[in-house]
């Protein structure tokens, strides 16, 4: 059986002459599907969302630059090109939503999942907490029956890297994961489609790189979903 293609999306170069011609991408996700099993390759063409989404057997929403929802709030939207990336994941998740096909969101991608579910964001939240959760491993609490449960326990350590939280949480959408102080969500599920997302970068969790970070080896998580991939593959050619 062939190995399944997942859609991987980039985000515009922060340059304000070529944003609209030039995707930036951490191959640290790319390199975490490959070793589940996954051929991954970028859309590049906006036209061409329904054609990725018959061509792939899932989707990756990446990190990256915190999320813009509407441009009056996003003072450097010129320079960072969010509202475009916005536009686009949306127009991606809702193809491979209407298909049914899975969806993984990490960090930005965790957002704009909840968002595009009709939750919101609140921003800069540790100004009101007091609790950092930019670039610090912390411990969450997992929820039974979830798939981060099933794979890796009760409680585990990650890797923050985020200054905005759930506020509301989109409709259909489960938590199944938070901050071990309880005031984060760090994980949500779709309630009946195979669509999964994380605050943290499992990416940057795999005991193959060359500075792995605390935590579990979250390379069973990318085999998890990747074999969700193959049950899309599996479906389409039937």
């Avoid at 595009?116 to 609790?131: I, P, S, T, V, W």
């Avoid at 959408?173 to 605050?199: M, N, Q």
């Avoid at 998580?221 to 074999?227: G, S």
Wanted: net charge negative.
């Amino acid at each position: 059986m062939m190995a399944p293609i997942v859609l991987l999306n980039g985000g515009p170069a922060y340059d304000r002459k070529f944003e609209s011609k030039s995707f930036v991408l951490n191959k640290t996700y790319a390199v975490a599907l490959v070793a589940a099993g996954a051929v991954p390759i970028m859309p590049l063409e906006e036209d061409l969302i329904d054609e990725y989404a018959e061509l792939a057997d899932g989707l990756v929403l990446s990190g990256a630059q915190s999320y813009t929802p509407r441009p009056d709030l996003a003072e450097d939207i010129e320079t960072t090109g969010s509202s475009f990336r916005d536009r686009f994941d949306e127009k991606l998740y809702r193809a491979f939503y209407k298909l049914k096909k899975p969806i993984l969101g990490i960090c930005l991608g965790f957002q704009e999942i909840n968002i595009f579910q009709g939750g919101d964001l609140e921003n800069n939240f540790k100004f009101k907490e007091g609790k950092e959760h930019m670039m610090i491993p912390h411990a969450i609490k997992t929820e039974k029956g979830s798939v981060l449960n099933n794979l890796f326990g009760d409680s585990f350590i990650i890797n923050s890297r985020h200054n905005r939280r759930i506020n509301k949480l989109g409709a259909e959408l489960k938590i199944t994961a938070t901050a071990d102080d309880g005031r984060v969500i760090e994980a949500i599920e779709h309630e009946s489609l195979p669509i999964i997302a994380f605050e943290w970068h499992p990416e940057r969790m795999r005991s193959e790189l060359p500075e792995a970070p605390e935590g579990p080896d979250m390379t069973p998580l990318f085999m998890y979903f990747v074999d969700l991939a193959k049950k899309a593959a599996a479906a389409r050619k039937r």
